[in-house]
């Protein structure tokens, strides 16, 4: 049910007829008439008895409408203490940064967040999920965006998606790529990322799990440095499969089918920094460009 539906019946229950709640509301009777219709239809119920001279609350409208009007009094309460809440809240918010912003979201949800919290001014950091963790650490951001799993007792982890990596190689080594072993793929040129990373972290592990190292040429912290190095025939790497699968489509690399790497994509913000207004405005605004799991510790 909606909230113009409840305030629909109500009016016409209070006047009596469609035509004096349709002045009240500055709708057509029609309009309310539909609205109504709606309602019961909803709720299996008939809440007015139609006579020629007006509308009647019928018995099971009289059991029902008290709780509308407690439904609306409610959402109106919480809409003026939001508003009021909004207003109060000002400062400067620290946000540190990774990937690209299409794929955090960040235009939207600073977009949301400065239409609720019109106050707050927001400065961004931008760096790896290692540097931005640090960051956080010291006090130098408010909150952060992260790839991996991280478990820190001092840390709040507020999970958003989960990002899958793949090997991707230049197109001219489909040949050897194909069918090669992971010990194969160890010896082949790979490019590194910092140790901050999370494609260090996950390429490392995927080789000490077998008691591999892999040789590495060329080091890139930036994603669009990595795709030209892959695409110019330097090195593999591991990289966001969204990406490599563009890279794929238009015939500028192969991805090896071996492996496909999750890695979970979170905010983080410091427990201590939990009633931060600032953080917490940013929480409120959160779950309406994401859906967030439950807290991680």
């Known amino acids: 049910m909606e909230l113009y539906q409840l305030k629909a019946v109500l009016a016409v229950a209070r006047a009596g007829q469609l035509a004096r709640a349709a002045e009240q509301l500055h709708l057509t009777q029609s309009a309310i008439s539909k609205q109504i219709k709606g309602l019961e239809d909803?709720?299996?119920?008939?809440?007015?008895?139609?006579?020629?001279?007006?509308?009647?609350?019928?018995?099971?409208?009289?059991?029902?409408?008290?709780?509308?009007?407690?439904?609306?009094?409610?959402?109106?309460?919480?809409?003026?203490l939001a508003s009021s809440l909004r207003g109060n809240v000002s400062g400067v918010l620290r946000l540190g940064t990774i990937i690209d912003p299409e794929s955090i979201r960040l235009g939207p949800l600073l977009a949301a967040l400065l239409q609720f919290y019109p106050h707050i001014d927001v400065t961004l950091a931008h760096g790896i999920s290692g540097s931005v963790l640090q960051m956080l650490r010291d006090g130098q951001v408010d909150a952060g965006f992260y790839l991996g799993t991280l478990h820190d007792p001092e840390i709040t982890v507020h999970p958003l998606a989960v990002e899958h990596y793949v090997v991707v190689a230049p197109a001219a080594w489909e040949a050897k790529l194909r069918g090669a072993s992971l010990q194969e793929l160890a010896a082949m040129p790979w490019l590194a990322t910092p140790a901050g990373s999370s494609q260090h972290g996950m390429v490392a592990q995927m080789f000490a799990e077998r008691g591999l190292s892999h040789n590495t040429v060329v080091e890139a912290d930036q994603e669009a440095s990595m795709i030209e190095l892959v695409q110019s025939g330097v090195a593999l790497g591991i990289m966001r499969e969204r990406l490599a699968a563009g890279m794929v489509q238009s015939g500028q690399a192969v991805i090896w089918e071996g492996a496909r790497l999750p890695c979970p994509l979170c905010l983080l913000h410091r427990r201590a920094s939990a009633d931060n207004p600032m953080v917490q405005a940013l929480l409120a605004t959160l779950p309406m460009i994401w859906q967030p799991e439950a807290d991680v510790a």
């Open 42 to 80: 909803e709720l299996g119920v008939l809440l007015f008895d139609r006579t020629p001279t007006g509308m009647t609350v019928t018995a099971a409208g009289r059991r029902l409408l008290p709780i509308a009007g407690r439904v609306v009094d409610a959402t109106q309460e919480m809409t003026a």
